[in-house]
């Protein structure tokens, strides 16, 4: 388990996500390993990175900094123009939708995004203080 695979994980399931990246995701793979490097800082008792290109996760786990990710979704599937598709006898047909029959994210985005953060990271929380070594012995 991963900080960052269970909040992959958590994004992924909402409907009509279709792309999750944290810190600088894709981008970081054109730059070198000097250059991604999160240095850590030690300014007046307070540790930081001086960037956070790994969006606030390190090996798996929450490195202090703050948390960032992308969630991608994907476009509203009913268009107003006729599009080409199949019958149930596979026989080429058009389609001319009327009106709108799916629902559009885009005002629910945001707070679905934040709860299931929520979620994950109090999931993580709980597991963790389930996990300690004196609970084996």
Partial sequence: DKL???????MLSI??????????GFAGV???GSEHNDVFVN?????????????GIQGG???????????????????????????????????EPVGRHDPCVVPRAVPIVEAMTALAITDLLLRNTTSRISNLI
Avoid: C, R
């Fill in 61 to 95: 786990i929450s490195n202090g900094m703050d948390i960032y990710f992308n969630v991608a979704f994907k476009p509203v599937a009913t268009v107003m123009q006729p599009i080409n598709t199949l019958n149930e006898s596979g026989e080429q047909v058009s389609l």
């Fill in 43 to 55: 300014n007046s008792n307070n540790i930081s990175t001086v960037t956070n290109h790994s969006g």
């Fill in 4 to 10: 960052h695979a269970d909040l992959g994980k958590a």
């Fill in 30 to 32: 054109e730059q070198y």
């Fill in 15 to 24: 409907n009509a996500v279709h792309g999750f990246e944290y810190g600088s």
